[in-house]
């Protein structure tokens, strides 16, 4: 079992960036896909993107693509996303989650996910 922390939201303006960080403890994330969702209020939880075990394959939603960047620190334990040129439509509660039966490709189903962060709210004005 693991426990995740996500810590790195905040409130900025549109075309600003900040980076998340999720914190792995009991087990090494090396044992896991991550991936990072979000959900806006009123809305279903959605994928943002993903890293496979090694991170050597990343997958993203095609509305981040080329904008975020997700990363694993695998000796850190820690992994992060960068989010550069944010949208008020970026405006959610992130997520972080580990999934411990992808062996290659990173998963993008929700369900997939085992283990999940509390979340981290992030918050761009126009």
């Known amino acids: 079992q693991v426990l995740l922390v996500e810590s790195g939201g905040g409130s900025v303006q549109a075309g600003g960036s900040l980076r998340l960080s999720c914190l792995a403890s009991g087990r090494t994330v090396s044992s896991y896909g991550m ?4 959900q806006a209020p009123g809305k279903e939880r959605e994928f943002v993107a993903a890293a496979s075990r090694s991170g050597g394959m990343t997958n993203y939603a095609d ?3 080329d904008r975020f960047t997700i990363s694993r620190h695998n ?8 989010m550069n040129s944010l949208k008020p439509e970026d405006t959610a509660v992130y997520y ?10 990173p998963a993008r189903a929700v369900g997939l996910y085992e283990y999940w962060g509390q979340g981290t709210q992030v918050t761009v004005s126009s």
């Open 35 to 38: 991936g990072w969702f979000r």
């Open 63 to 65: 509305s981040v693509k």
């Open 75 to 82: 000796s850190k334990n820690t992994v992060y996303l960068e």
């Open 96 to 105: 972080c989650a580990a999934d411990s039966k992808s062996t290659w490709a």
